[in-house]
């Protein structure tokens, strides 16, 4: 299940609701990511996503897939927002399920990473002095490509 | 073909999307980026560092080799930012 959404999630209920619809899986993985006011000396008071609709959501199908592919996987649920989001606002969700807990963590983990580097998001930060766009990291591609 | 541009190459552009019609000789990514540079300085910006240019043709991710045609929908945009930190 992927969806891109403006508005909040239920990470309870999108978890109460895969738990009831999988019932040979042992052990659901969730991962949420929240937004930061960052460490920087200016505090980020808001980040603006955008994306680029229809390829976000057949790149985030395509990262599905790979992770079935690598796992033996129950269910997966991808949430990305879009939008104006303010610290302590979810970002993201991905869920998973399988028979065992390795492969649920590992699946979880795996998603993130291509996530990071491969669906088509944009983010730009907000201080209280300036609007930019936020720059990729070099940490980010050497997550992914441990998976490769 | 459509072109579309996101992030910071919207705003260099100035636009979010528009029709071109592919020049004559061009036929790969690489071809269409020279040509975008010639079209005045906001292009120029645009693709001027392009370690932080990515590209997408219909929808999928491809390198600067990749070919093109008339009816694709080509995307340009920097690398990209979504998910958590």
């Known amino acids: ?148 | 073909m459509k072109v579309l541009y996101f992030s910071w190459m919207r705003e260099r552009v100035g636009l979010a999307e528009e029709d071109v019609d592919l020049p004559a000789g061009v036929d790969d990514v690489a071809g269409l980026i020279e040509w975008m540079k010639t079209r005045g300085s906001g292009f120029e910006g645009a693709f001027t560092e392009m370690v932080v240019v990515r590209t997408a043709v219909n929808q999928v991710h491809v390198d600067l080799s990749h070919p093109i045609e008339n009816g694709d929908e080509v995307a340009f945009f920097p690398p990209v930012t979504g998910g958590a930190r």
């Open chain 1, 1 to 148: 299940m992927i969806r891109v959404q403006t508005e909040d999630f239920d990470a309870g209920a999108e978890i109460a609701a895969m738990r009831l619809r999988i019932t040979d899986a042992g052990g659901l993985c969730s991962f949420i990511g929240v937004v930061r006011e960052g460490a920087g000396p200016e505090k980020i008071i808001a980040m603006s996503l955008e994306h680029y609709p229809g390829m976000t959501e057949t790149e985030l199908a395509r990262i599905e897939d790979e992770a079935r592919e690598r796992w033996p996987l129950e269910d997966v649920a991808i949430i990305h927002r879009i939008g104006r989001l303010v610290p302590g606002d979810q970002i993201v969700l991905v869920l998973t399920a399988s028979a065992h807990r390795k492969a649920a963590i590992e699946s979880a983990e795996f998603l993130i990473d291509w996530l990071k580097t491969k669906a088509p998001f944009w983010k730009s930060e907000e201080t209280a002095t300036e609007a930019r766009w936020v720059a990729a990291r070099a940490s980010d591609d050497e997550a992914a490509a441990k998976w490769d």
